[in-house]
């Protein structure tokens, strides 16, 4: 079975910084993308960045890169987001995924029509002006 679990999220004030991390398991980790995705009160699921964890390359949307980083441990199976001078407007549930289309997720960014298994519950980030 497919699986993600999320954690490291918590309260900080503008400016601070969090890790997350993304334990994954039930599917060979190094043959798929995976992405990071948030998701605001009242807002649909948005991809934030993305890693080929065969090669390292990544992508950003333009909200939050020069702040955040993504980064994997191929051994550990698990993907990891720092996210530092973080802004009220980042406060959301953190998720992580694999998308199957590499390509996609690396130049478009993840999208959550191309995940597969299930979510995990999730990493709350809540960011204090």
């Known amino acids: 079975e497919v699986q993600f679990v999320e954690s490291g999220g918590g309260l900080v004030q503008a400016g601070g910084s969090l890790r997350l991390s993304c334990a994954a398991s039930?599917?060979?980790?190094?043959?798929?993308?995976i992405g990071w995705f948030r998701q605001a009160p009242g807002k649909e699921r948005e991809g934030v960045s993305c890693?080929?964890?065969?090669?390292?390359?990544?992508y950003y949307v333009d909200s939050v890169k020069g702040r955040f980083t993504i980064s994997s441990d191929n051994a550990k199976n698990t993907v990891y987001l720092q996210m530092n001078s973080l802004k009220p407007e980042d406060t959301a549930v953190y998720y992580c995924?694999?998308?199957?289309?590499?390509?996609?997720?690396?130049?478009?960014?993840?999208?959550?029509?191309?995940?597969?298994?299930?979510w995990g519950s999730g990493a709350q980030v809540t960011v204090s002006s």
């Open positions: 995924a694999a998308d199957f289309d590499t390509r996609r997720c690396l130049t478009r960014g993840p999208k959550a029509q191309r995940v597969f298994g299930s």
């Open positions: 039930g599917f060979t980790f190094d043959d798929y993308a």
């Open positions: 890693i080929n964890t065969s090669d390292d390359s990544t």
